[in-house]
């Protein structure tokens, strides 16, 4: 017997973009599409043409999605407009995604108190609108906006909203918590009665986090028989979020035996995947999210941990390899002791095992102050080739100081001013520079190149893509660690990352730095030069 | 009709104790007890007697409760000893509080694998001990542990486990998800069957997160007929948590009607508790959080926001002000004039329509500048109100300088210092001071409140808990606009966030200093030293 099929439909670029403290830049975005793609999701929305300028220019330019069909999303035509004289309408059905996903409303309170039109007037506008997407797209959605609380007001009138939209072409009808005040035991009841007017694979679910309900009220929905699911990674979303997909896809997959378009190995992605994309937002990944999070399969010492030892289905619901996660107990992790030594064969390291022992205790200590080797990994082959072989020295910083400074100017404006000075030592020779910037990392980074420029003029072809900052430890405030990940590129279309930690931003700016610098001058073969050697 | 009656049973200080990086002191567990008996919750599970030093203190010298009963918990008596003779048993049984917990196994999986015991021999172990507890406390509880995986192996022998307890003189059968990986649907059907045979209030439901379903497992045991809620604030726990008795109280409360010990007045109190909990533990509240997040009522969407001011139930579940929330409008480069006039119109401006179209354009410029006020409301009241009315110049930055140093010490170590000096008027005086810090914005912040702190005495009940750095236009590498933000909070549990942006990030984090003790002087009340007057 095959598994029933669940269709995922992503929404992290246009729901999740509604998060407080999220603003995805057009680089965000297209990244962002390409991961969901690979992880299998079938659809992706990738913003609301017409909106803003970042919506436009990412459908201008769609990226290349190997399965995941692109959705423009829009709003039904306004009242008192028709559907080809509508701007708003428009710019999303000249988008050219090959799905339309149209929101209208579905309360008759609602049509009649926020958008002042008729309750008839509404069923036309969704008619006309999505007869318009029809013609433009190979596919059309309808969102039925506060569906819930419509169909517990008036369900006559609930329903004929969507028979609207299913007569005028939609393919589907998904239903929207948009408040999210809906209960799972509520989301149940409806969902079964909608169903017995649109069995089949017709309808979607789209949950709000409000009442903490977001993965109950879609599970609910599946299990009633809904077979399409709205959410967004980690959860974005506005308010209190979106359903978690995160969360969803291996309750769907691994409890409930659902098919999906995501592969047994893509979902032993999912906790890379969730961790790094709350990483490049520059959020710290929730150590308690279920399936994914850091602690979700960790075991206190003691009672637990012995019977985790002895069968770990005592205490652990699911195997956490399924979903990429490992087991976190007081004794040598044997999970993470494979991967290191994968990633060390990668690159071409075969460590004897008193080696391999000496760089996990060296990765634990360093992990401990707050270092984080996911997201640098030339920052981790440089630490690996250090304790299991050797990375020549090209260059020993003796010193340097930053003075930043805010002062009136000869106008008598405050002015705020960055300088650098550094003092390196290459081979046998030491060179002292100074340099100007527009704030005191990039004073001190102009200062260092012109230090190494003579010795390595490759570094010419090097340069910074990224610079983040992460704060650890932000109770402490001003007071905190801080670590600086670089991103960095050169002219062979090589990007790498790299990693520094320290109280002090500069400071660790400056280990980032350092370590993006040798892994370049690693990987382009250059050789130190010797204390002998003469420098040009 | 009067509600039926759900009680809560909290668990914070035990189950919640197992929360990766949460460690209580005998002071944060009187602290928390006092503040859960004020909340109105029935029973404050303390710890665990005997277990470690702290809990033994903690019942030692309870905390006068003024409603809840202290709850001590334990297990049930080991396989080969008696009741009487096990001393782990004896240390719970000798506590003296009023209700004694006891969890015993209901798997008889579990019971073979995990014990090494006989299936008949664990319903002993469950009745002696239950028996032991029934003779020391006025009320005893059984939770069950595994109960769920337990009855999907062997219904037979899980309900046996609860009769063992029962006819021992247990009040209260507490139904266990231990590993978390029970489904809503589950919970539903197997309570069910356990309420056929232990009918009225005799069940309790302890749910954990590992699905992100403890809230919905425990509204779904509560629907079946089960009357014991256990839980933990904020959901604190071991792995993904367990259920968050935060977010389920108010959905109990206010969408299902039932009566529990906690007053409409204390349920007002549920976001200050919530965050001073949190904040206490030196965590970072999460805005989403369900009822009590600062983003839990926000709109940030330009036509969200436009119909929440005509109905605010349109885009709200409940009125965030039972659970003493607030909606907040946010500002943001989609938001437009109706936003922008809800906000003003909380913090009591009225503008005309001259000044709307000031502020407006001068939002524009900020956020063009990379300025994001959504995240940062009281820069925003800040730049409001200077831009309508005014605010007082509290102190004037004449000029600062800060030096980060990177050099090697008297043994020959490379260390890193930062030193920062500022020079201030205020009123009629100039403050110069000089500070050092762990990195340069600390010791900026702390130059700086050397030179206020004679002034503004108040500052000293001010403290920093978030500080957050963005690169904007990151592609610039090191040479990329900085905006920092930065999270505030007092002693009387006000939590504000500002916001700098420069090319410099000392700049910039300055920005958000002044910005953050401007807002707090502004509300204290404060009024600035005038150039005559003379200061203390």
Redesign the interface.
Known sequence: MSAERVFLYDTTLRDGA????V?FTLADKQRIALQLDRLGVDWIEGGWPG??PVDDRFFAEPPRLARARLAAFG?TRRAGRSAGNDPGLAAVLASGAPTITLVGKSSAR?VE??LGATREENLEMIGDSIRAACARASEVMFDAE?FFDGFKEDPGYALACLEAAAEAGARWLVLCD????T???EVTRICERVLARFPGDRLGIHAH?????A??NS??AV?AGVRQVQGTLN?LG????NA?LV??LP?LVL??GFATGVAPRALEGLTQLSRTFDESL?RTPD?????V????????AGL?AS?VL??PS?????DPARVGNTRDILVSDQAGRANLLARLKAMGLEPTSEQLARLLSELKAREAQGFAYEDASASFELLARRTLDRVPDYFE????????????NAKGE?V?L?EATTKVRIGDRRFFTVAE??????A??VALRQALAPAYPSLEHM?????????LA??R????V?RVL?ESADDEGRVWETVGV??????A??MA?HDAITWKLLVDGVHPPTRSEHLP
């Open positions: 509604q998060t407080q403290g603003h909106a803003n709003m609602q108190g926020a506060h948009t408040n999210g005040g209960l799972p035991h986090n409000d009442t903490g309900n993965v109950a599970l609910a299990l959860g506005e308010r209190c979020g978690d969360t969803l309750t409890k409930l520059n150590r308690h999210r279920p399936y999070g850091a602690a979700a399969f960790a075991h206190k637990h019977a002895r069968d005592f205490y652990e619901h699911i910083l003796l010193s340097f100081r930053v003075i930043d400074e805010r002062r009136r405050l705020t960055a910037g527009n704030g005191p990392v990039n001190l980074d340069r910074l893509v990224d610079y983040r900052v992460r704060i932000p109770e405030g001003t007071a905190a801080t670089i320290s109280g002090n931003i500069i400071d700016s400056f730095l």
